[in-house]
């Protein structure tokens, strides 16, 4: 299966500010989900990266508060911009393995806003 | 819309039990279901998948089995270990979507 790089593992940021998250992935991959994970909550599917094309969002998601970046078929980026406390989350970068062999994730991105 | 339910929220054992995690799901059209494991802070690791047309699967003390026509699921863990504490999250992949949709997790505590 495929093995995710994903940057930083953890950063506590001011409020205001921007993060970018990278995932590195070590084979050539179509699709790339970004999620974010509250405190105490499950996973939430943010946006779908496609090369080559604009992102596709989620309902209660937009690109000016994270745009994502997919350069190519193995990186792609994940910026949470304008952070408030609110934004305090795990940031996870998945792909698909295969058709019907699930998803692999990244390691996650533990981000604290304050 | 597929809705994705976990029960127990919370379970809290003594080690050695034989434990059972619930997985539950509205729309029975799935390509397949994944369980994962989440240590605190932490990425998933993927534990179990099940394809549509499977019944179960089995990784050394991990069972986990499917029945769609129900919309559920069960993690079976066997002789639980203090290491087994962590969060596990069950997904299902519903037909014709590319995304996972995640159940609410449940917290599970292994005490020595």
């Known amino acids: 299966s495929a093995v995710i790089s994903q940057k930083p593992s953890r950063d506590i940021c001011q409020r205001g500010t921007s993060l970018t998250i990278q995932c590195q992935v070590d084979s050539q991959v179509t699709m790339m989900f970004w999620y974010r994970q509250q405190p105490g909550q499950s996973l939430t599917l943010i946006a779908t990266?496609?090369?080559?094309?604009?992102?596709?969002?989620e309902s209660g998601f937009v690109i000016d508060k994270f745009p994502i970046s997919r350069p190519n078929l193995t990186f792609s980026t994940l910026t949470v911009s304008n952070m408030s406390p609110e934004d305090s989350s795990i940031y996870l970068c998945?792909?698909?393995?295969?058709?019907?062999?699930?998803?692999?994730f990244g390691s996650g991105t533990r981000l604290t806003v304050v | 819309k597929q809705e994705v339910t976990q029960i127990p929220a919370a379970l809290s054992v003594p080690e050695g039990e034989n434990l059972v995690l619930n997985c539950s799901f509205t729309?029975?059209?799935?390509?397949?279901l994944q369980w994962f494991r989440q240590d605190p802070g932490k990425g998933l690791t993927s534990l179990l998948l099940?394809?549509?047309?499977?019944r179960e699967q089995t990784s050394g003390r991990l069972n986990a089995s499917l029945d769609k026509s129900s919309g559920r699921s069960t993690l079976y863990i066997a002789a639980s270990q203090p290491g087994d504490s962590a969060t596990y999250l069950c997904a299902v992949h519903s037909s014709g979507t590319y995304k996972y949709i995640f159940g609410t997790g449940t917290r599970l505590k292994v005490l020595a």
């Open positions: 990266a496609n090369q080559g094309s604009e992102a596709t969002y």
């Open positions: 998945s792909v698909p393995v295969g058709q019907g062999f699930g998803d692999t």
């Open positions: 729309d029975s059209a799935i390509y397949n």
């Open positions: 099940i394809q549509s047309s499977q």
